[in-house]
């Protein structure tokens, strides 16, 4: 399976931008998907999460109101709608993908097993 993140870029604060997670691979079967972000020193974190079958998770409180998750099942592609960004969300986003079968946690970046490269988000104050 692979991954490829596209999208960011760099943003006034207040503005939006959305990220794309198109997967790829022989046969490509999910449990689900997730977008992370790792920013400067820090670790990485969950941000957002859906379920092929059952539609998103909660998203991070961070995030929360302001980011949206969405899938395109013919296309096999995650997106991630990101609305008043703040410069706190400056950071390079990972998306991520769970096909193995067992019992996961979609917040838990330790449950998946495929990532993609990582885009990078800039916002200005």
């Known amino acids: 399976v692979q991954l490829q993140a596209f999208g960011g870029g760099l943003v006034q604060a207040g503005g939006s931008l959305r990220l794309s997670c198109a997967a790829s691979g022989r046969t490509f079967r999910s449990y689900g998907m997730g977008w992370f972000r790792q920013a400067p020193g820090k670790e990485r974190e969950f941000v957002a999460a859906?379920?092929?079958?059952?539609?998103?998770?909660p998203y991070a409180d961070s995030v929360k109101g302001r980011f949206t998750i969405s899938e395109d099942n013919v296309k096999n592609t995650v997106y991630l709608g990101m609305n008043s960004l703040k410069p706190e969300d400056t950071a390079v986003y990972y998306c991520?993908?769970?096909?193995?079968?067992?019992?996961?946690?979609?917040?838990?970046?330790?449950?998946?097993?495929?990532w993609g490269q990582g885009t990078l988000v800039t916002v200005s104050s």
């Open positions: 991520a993908a769970r096909t193995l079968y067992g019992g996961y946690d979609l917040r838990n970046r330790y449950d998946y097993d495929s």
């Open positions: 859906i379920r092929w079958s059952s539609g998103s998770i």
